[in-house]
């Protein structure tokens, strides 16, 4: 079936480093690609999207290429913050007929950035 | 614009309890679900709704769990009886179109 696979946290950084987070996905049709983010305390918020091949989301200096080649939606930084510290989620719908906006998400990794 | 609204922030009660969280999503949206966090298993869909018609509840653990959807601009998720293993964090999100989802902040529920 349908599924988002994650690496596994926490990712321990000091500021101003480089940021990857991997993500890969399995799914039967073409699927739109998220990143969410969860503050301590709050709910998920939606960092940036893909919704085909190739496309590139970005938001907030945070980028995600879709690569359909390999299956992956990997998060990165070039300079991260403190204020960055947090939960991010990768997410799909699963790209089946029909789009329910049904999100399958991965397991979260737990970003600290250390001044 | 206010965000998709949940009640309560906290609950705590004790086993066996009826449980209801609420849900007031975005005016406009037409889509609503709703989540359940924990630690062990992440986030899980437990149901939604599309134009206040429940679509998948597959998601739903078992028949303790019952929500509803009576007009476009409230929802509850009912817990009854509760349980310990019920404790968690559950979110409510609406959408409009084929956007993508806007969440709440999350009730945090503890059954003791």
């Known amino acids: 079936g349908d599924s988002v696979t994650q690496m596994e946290g926490p990712v321990t950084l000091s500021e101003e480093a480089f940021l990857t987070i991997n993500c890969t996905y399995t799914a039967t049709g073409y699927p739109s690609l998220f990143w969410y983010v969860q503050y301590p305390g709050e709910g998920l918020q939606l960092l940036l999207k893909a919704t085909k091949a190739d496309d590139k989301g970005s938001n907030k200096g945070f980028e995600a290429t879709y690569r359909k080649e390999t299956t992956s939606f990997h998060l990165e930084k070039g300079s991260v913050q403190v204020s960055d510290s947090a939960v991010y989620f990768c997410?799909?719908?699963?790209?089946?007929?029909?789009?329910?906006?049904?999100?399958?998400f991965g397991q979260g990794t737990t970003l600290q950035v250390k001044p | 614009d206010a965000g998709v609204i949940q009640s309560p922030r906290h609950e705590v009660t004790e086993m066996g309890q009826e449980v209801t969280l609420r849900c007031k999503p975005i005016?406009?949206?037409?889509?609503l679900f709703w989540y359940r966090q924990t630690m062990m298993r992440g986030l899980e869909l437990l149901i939604y709704?599309?134009?206040?018609?429940?679509?998948?509840d597959s998601g739903m653990p078992e028949d303790r769990f019952s929500a509803k959807m009576p007009n476009a601009s409230f929802s509850t998720l009912k817990i009854q009886p509760s349980e310990p293993r019920d404790s968690a964090v559950y979110f409510c999100a609406s959408r409009t179109g084929d956007q993508p989802q806007h969440f709440g902040d999350g009730t945090r529920l503890s059954i003791l």
């Open positions: 709704f599309n134009n206040n018609v429940p679509i998948d």
């Open positions: 997410a799909q719908n699963g790209g089946g007929s029909g789009n329910t906006g049904k999100l399958i």
């Open positions: 005016s406009g949206h037409n889509s």
